[in-house]
């Protein structure tokens, strides 16, 4: 295939990401999306390598070469950009993975809705990767309501999109097992309570409102976020100080999560169940109001100070006594652990 115009190039869908309109384009000629950005690179050569698509920042130079040869308005392809939509967002609150992740680079890594590619095959249109899924913070769907999806449900492997043509439409699958990606599969069942799960959305939605906005609470997300994955007692250690709320007696770690223990901006390092886990706490934790300073609430003090190496017990009845009272702890600890067992 020459570098020269393709016949068919669909339009990008204003709320996509790059990555995923390349890849809807290449699945139409039998490539990734990365093979397709390496054949414009390199003047269609047979031989050229493919290449990444940093969704975050676009190279003007790149997109015009993508912009002329799909009929595409170049603008059209720069407004994608991450850093177009959120200019204010920092790079650490951007989705990105840990040491046994796969590079943020692969296309389709994101977490997924799957009511929303549901949503796209009723519509008779392409399913295609929304760029809100990028969001650190993200891990609820704002329209569905429902849990993002990082692994699959069919072969359990940590997800990796790609697409293929199906009666005329490119279609999501898994790549590993082949998957058609939409919610049909009966995943729309799960017992989690709704109302803590709407109670996570909405902190979902306050972060993303402070960060996009670069409003003075994001500093407070960031205080909070950090302290409840700062390590425990000690500098090294391998536990985060959310570990006391899960108030379990000889919880370990899992090895998915440990990249995240001290990271400064925690969330998105995290597997989507672990974001949802952590929105609680804060929730819990800090309260609404999210004190982070001077009049913190008892419990976060109590969890604060054990992010310093200091040695304060922290029994359960004192802390609950003094958290917020609107939900009782054990709520959240119920959700928590329904979450974090599922086996998605
Ligand atoms: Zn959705
Ligand atoms: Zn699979």
């Known amino acids: 295939m020459g570098p020269g115009r393709l ?39 047979c031989y050229s390598s493919p290449l990444s698509i940093d969704d975050r920042t676009l190279a003007q130079d790149q997109t015009r070469v993508w912009a002329q040869a799909c009929g595409v308005d170049p603008e059209r392809l720069q407004r994608l950009a991450l850093s177009r939509r959120y200019p204010r967002r920092p790079r650490s609150w951007y989705a990105s993975r ?50 993002l999806h990082d692994h ?72 909070a976020l950090a302290n409840l994955w700062a390590p425990l007692d000690h500098p090294a250690a391998a536990r985060p100080v959310l570990a006391l709320w899960f108030n379990e007696v000889g919880w370990r770690c899992p090895n998915v999560v440990r990249h995240a223990v001290g990271a400064k901006t925690p969330l998105g390092l995290l597997p989507v169940r672990w974001r949802v886990v952590t929105l609680l706490a804060l929730d819990d934790v800090f309260g609404p109001e999210l004190r982070v300073d001077g009049t913190l609430p008892p419990a976060a003090a ?33 959700l928590a652990r329904q979450i974090l067992a599922d086996p998605r």
């Open 7 to 45: 016949p068919v190039a669909p339009r990008p869908y204003r709320d996509e990401l790059l990555s995923s309109w390349m890849a809807r384009v290449a699945c139409r000629y039998g490539l990734t999306g990365q093979e397709l950005a390496g054949h414009f690179a390199h003047d269609g050569s």
């Open 98 to 147: 840990g040491p046994e992740w796969t590079p943020m680079t692969v296309t389709g890594s994101t977490p997924v809705c799957l009511a929303c590619f549901a949503a796209d095959q009723s519509a008779g249109r392409d399913g295609y990767l929304r760029a809100g899924w990028m969001l650190a913070e993200r891990c609820i769907c704002p329209v569905h309501g429902e849990l």
């Open 152 to 223: 699959c449900v069919s072969c359990h492997r940590r997800l990796s999109v790609a697409f293929r043509l199906l009666e005329g439409r490119a279609q999501p699958v898994c790549s590993y097992c082949g998957l058609i990606l939409t919610d049909g599969g009966g995943e729309g069942d799960r017992p989690h309570d709704s109302a803590l799960v709407a109670t996570a959305l909405a902190t979902q939605q306050r972060i993303a409102a402070s960060v996009n906005g670069k409003n003075p609470e994001q500093e407070q997300f960031e205080k």
């Open 302 to 334: 109590h969890l604060v100070r054990r992010a310093a190496p200091r040695q304060i017990r922290l029994s359960s009845s004192s802390r609950r006594s003094h958290v917020q009272q609107q939900r009782s702890a054990a709520e959240y600890e119920r």
